[in-house]
């Protein structure tokens, strides 16, 4: 019995010790974690204007001369025209959910310290290695660092050719929000003509995106929005349109076969109880930017994983992938004139903080852009 007492005393204190080692370990990394801001106090020697931040928060979001980017051999140096918001670029400035720090976001500060992603522009460089594209071309897609006046996206990537007659703004408010509706259709949902589709969030970014893009693949679609949201979801092409504010659509009998989850603020199960028997439910996010805590969105795709095992319909998240393909088939859809952007505000580089702020709101009409000069 002492020679157990003895054991116990031992395996306490050692798990003791191992929990304050890694509190630690924790501390010491939280405080170490920086970023290369120090870079931006030396004068550019071929400047642009961009949009930094060297602390989490709105409020830390400065526009300064930093140095233009030079394409690599694989890349092109793209003059920005237009860019656009997106709550991914809330999450990186508020650094959360906290979760997102852990992983390697940066803990204190933000490892990378420029922000945006969508743009449109016109190529000013190429690489050598780049043949897809050359100088005076128009282009739209994604990447990072995109609140600037250049971005050097790599030519294989997510770039594709602007439609010509489409605006530079039009373009930039596309990739993430185009291709998550897309992929969330067409790949996860495998939407069918005929098949009753529920988009969840109709009149922000990807929802109005994927009213238009569920009806050209020939779906049954209702669009659920607020009350001063419902025309513009009716002018999508929109077959039903729910008003949250008088109906919740958990309650009603009517069943779909593609439940798009663009807010997710209903319960799985109740989710689950307005599929068909043989029903999907795509998960895309949600949360607002006050209501995010360590886990935000993720607590619900964690456990749809685990949900969907008990139950016949396939219920889970999906992440998009921004790729040039899926760039090309959108840019057909709006060339053709099968998908127009909408747009709520503009705004001007400087002004990417309130832009920020308007779309943490979690009430934008479509997209917000940033027009870049
Ligand atoms: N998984 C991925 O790869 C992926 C990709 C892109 C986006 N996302 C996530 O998906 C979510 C939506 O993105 P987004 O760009 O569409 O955001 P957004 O543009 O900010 O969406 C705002 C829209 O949400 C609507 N809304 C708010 N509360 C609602 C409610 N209770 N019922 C129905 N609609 C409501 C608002 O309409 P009202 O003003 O009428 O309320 C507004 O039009 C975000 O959480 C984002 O982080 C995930």
Redesign the pocket.
């Known amino acids: 019995m002492k020679l157990l007492k003895r054991v116990l005393r031992w395996v306490t204190a050692a798990i003791l010790l191992l929990l304050l080692l890694a509190l630690l370990a924790g501390f010491i990394a939280y405080w170490r974690s920086t970023n290369d801001c120090k870079r931006y106090t030396a004068a550019p020697t071929s400047p642009m204007k961009a949009i930094v931040y060297c602390d989490y928060g709105v409020a830390n979001l400065k526009l300064e001369d930093i140095e233009k980017p030079v394409p690599n051999d694989d890349q092109i140096l793209v003059r920005v025209r237009a860019a656009s918001v997106?709550?991914?670029d809330w999450?990186f400035v508020e650094g959360t959910p906290y979760i997102m720090r852990a992983m390697g976001v940066g803990l204190r500060k933000p490892k990378d310290t420029r922000l945006g992603v969508d743009f449109a522009g016109t190529v000013e460089a190429v690489g050598k290695d780049v043949t897809q594209f050359k100088p005076g071309d128009e282009v739209f897609g994604g990447r990072g660092g995109a609140f600037a006046q250049y971005v050097c996206p790599r030519a294989t990537r997510a770039v594709a050719l602007k439609p010509a007659n489409m605006s530079f703004e039009d373009a930039a408010s596309v990739n993430?929000?185009g291709i998550?509706a897309l992929q969330a259709l067409r790949d996860k949902g495998k939407v069918q003509p005929g098949q009753k589709v529920l988009i969840?969030?109709?009149?922000?970014?990807?929802?109005t995106f994927a009213v238009q893009i569920a009806k050209s693949l020939g779906a049954d679609v209702t669009g659920?929005?607020?009350t001063?949201?419902v025309d513009l979801v009716k002018s999508l092409g929109a077959d039903h349109v729910i008003d949250?504010t008088k109906e919740d659509f958990t309650k009603s009998a009517k069943r779909y076969d593609v439940m798009l989850d663009?807010?997710?603020?209903h319960s799985l199960s109740e989710c689950k109880g307005v599929l068909t028997p043989a029903g999907k439910y795509v998960l895309?996010?949600?949360?607002g930017a006050g209501d995010q805590g360590f886990l935000g969105?993720l607590g619900k795709a964690l456990w749809a994983m685990v949900f969907s095992k008990f139950v016949n319909q396939q219920m889970g998240?999906?992440?998009?992938d921004a790729n040039q393909k899926d760039l090309t088939v959108l840019a057909d859809m709006m060339q053709s004139g099968k998908l127009k952007p909408v747009i709520d505000r503009t705004y001007k580089l400087e002004q990417v903080p309130d832009a920020i702020r308007y779309?943490e709101q979690?009430?934008?009409?479509g997209?917000v852009v940033i027009t870049v000069e």
Do not use: D, F, L
């Not at 969840?200 to 929802?207: E, I, L, Q, R, T």
């Not at 895309?284 to 949360?287: R, V």
């Not at 979690?362 to 009409?365: D, I, M």
């Open positions: 997106n709550p991914y999450h993430i929000a998550t969840n969030g109709a009149s922000g970014g990807v929802g659920v929005c607020s001063r949201n949250y663009n807010v997710g603020n895309i996010g949600g949360g969105g998240m999906m992440m998009a779309v979690g009430h934008a009409r997209k």
